[in-house]
């Protein structure tokens, strides 16, 4: 989990709470347009061998072939930056799925956080499950996709000169998808990653009475504790509390956070300081700190220098700052108030400090929190398995299309296209399977309305341009309930929604020939990709739904899965191909090199073309 941690906490903090998932993200295969891409081979009529063949066929009028191309697709990571834009940038493949890359299960929830919550609220999520709003998940996910295409092709030439053509294709995959976390069992944080305690040694081989600590910051603020008075009223309180009494004084537990000074009081005030961790690891020993080793104020936004040692600074507002934003918190540990032995340099806790340990592991005891589960365990029992494994087999979306075009198709042509897939793919059942991507559309209609021109001005190189706007028409999904405020999405309790979108796929081939020999070459291209948000509605213009821990009429925001699902991608994409007569083998490959909101794809195919 740290591993992970140190890569992508400080960019994860640094981009704040904002959406950035997409549903789709994936980009069109190569073969799934025609199989090769390369520049289309002449007819067998008008092959340089074709005089060579012992027969030769009678009527040229229709051409037609058959083509199958099995390829690979894996990606790890994903591109994406803070300005939505076009970038070379990658983060975790886990910022598709969910819209970060480290989030906590509170993200999943009204606000994004239960640190605005109500006491009462807030004692249900430290009931619950506390590792929900501390808790740092940071799943490793790796994609893979094999599979196979087949597909036909047919056209007819007619008109004055043979000028005009028209014909059609009609392809179907099959396809094996899986999504698996690399990182299984370390991919979430545990309290030994928040909370450490340490035996004070005063001298050489001589045990002391204090006990040195490091509780981080947003652990501390999620721990609640009840009173009970003599009449029986239970009253529940939050550990951390700001503005109790004094504007700007915290107090954690019975002792207070915040002073003047360091040094306010030798005994008491303030009992803790906080150390700087940008990755919210726990601090090297010793953790503890006397006053003069204290540099300075902490700010009311929890920012500072790494490593350093701060006192909360009583007047400060932490309470409209801090105390709000659980990544501040995060970065910060609380860490025991030392002093001096006697005449010596050696140090020891105070006993406020060494009070304040006591309340915190009284409070961690109390809840058994070294036994309870963790915050995955809570989603597992609301049946979403973030530790899970996906694998989805079956046939993809029937692609058909037909096309009408004009000109000498060996020298030049434009051809209108106009293609529809229909939705023979798998559909998703549930929106608990939170890694489970379709092997097409998920249900979807798809319309394609595109231009395909290409021009041979040397026998031995031709270019193509294709351009195409496809739309997916609307259609209900399994979705997880996104709820106004959340930083997260995909986790939560299901809901219907419709949804729809349009993309762009604009392509530029370049193909070389071999000059003793037309049907052997080669082709470098580029691929663009772009994506427009999705339009997503809850059915039944739901407005509330009851979340995983029973709250009823939390609200929600639809508009919270169409944040950053504009994807853009910038592929590069290579294929060698050569005809034995009527046989013609290809391979080659793709790879996405920039782009926003995509997997950083690799594409690898094989495939073969039978002309008759």
Known sequence: MKKTLKNIVLLSTLCGGALHASWE???????????????????????????????????????????????????????????????????????????????????????????????????????????????????????????????????????????????????????????????????????????????????????????????????????????????????????????????????????????????ENINSVPVAYATKSDLGEIPAVPFRRLPQQVVGALGADGQAFEGSTYFFQTSTDYKDNLAKDRDAQGTLFIVSRAQSVGDSATTTTTDASDALLTQIQSIINNNTLYDSELASAFFLNNGINLEGFSRNVGIGDLFAEAYVGYGDKQNWFVDGLLGVSFPTGHKQKTSNDVYWKATGNNGHVEVKLGIDTGWMPREWFAFEFDLAYHHAFKRSEKRAAAFEGATVVNVGPELEAKVSWNYFVGRADFSFFHPHNPDLGFTFGYELFAKSKDHVKFECDATTATDLLGRKDQPLSSCNYEKRTNALSNKLRAQIFHRWNYFELFGGGSQIVAGRDVMKETEAHLGLVVYF
């Open 25 to 263: 993200f994936r980009t069109p295969l190569s073969a799934h347009w025609r199989g090769y891409f390369h520049w289309q081979l002449s007819s067998v009529a008008d092959a340089w061998w074709y005089g060579t063949m012992p027969t030769e066929k009678e009527n040229t009028t229709w051409d037609f072939h058959t083509w199958g191309v099995g390829y690979s697709r894996t990606a790890s990571k994903a591109f994406w930056n803070c300005e939505n834009s076009n970038t070379r940038h990658t983060t975790s493949l886990s910022t598709l799925f969910f819209g970060k890359e480290v989030f906590r299960g509170e993200d999943a929830f009204t606000h994004g956080t239960f640190a605005t919550d109500s006491v009462a609220d807030q004692a249900l999520v430290f009931n619950t499950n506390p590792f929900l709003g501390f808790a740092r998940i940071a799943p490793d996910l790796e994609y893979s996709e094999n599979g196979a295409f087949m597909g036909i092709e047919f056209s007819r030439n007619f008109g004055k000169e043979d000028k005009w053509h028209a014909g059609g294709r009609v392809s179907i995959p099959y396809k094996v998808i899986e999504v698996e976390v690399e990182n299984d069992g370390e991919f979430q944080e545990t309290l030994a990653d928040v909370f450490a305690t340490r035996q004070v040694f005063q001298d050489s081989g001589e045990v002391g009475d204090g006990v040195e600590f490091a509780a981080r910051f947003d652990f501390l603020n999620t721990l609640t504790y009840s009173t009970t008075t003599p009449a029986g009223v239970v009253t529940t309180y939050p550990f951390v509390n700001y503005n109790n009494s004094t504007p700007g004084l915290i107090r954690a537990g019975s002792g207070s956070l915040t002073g003047s000074s360091a040094a």
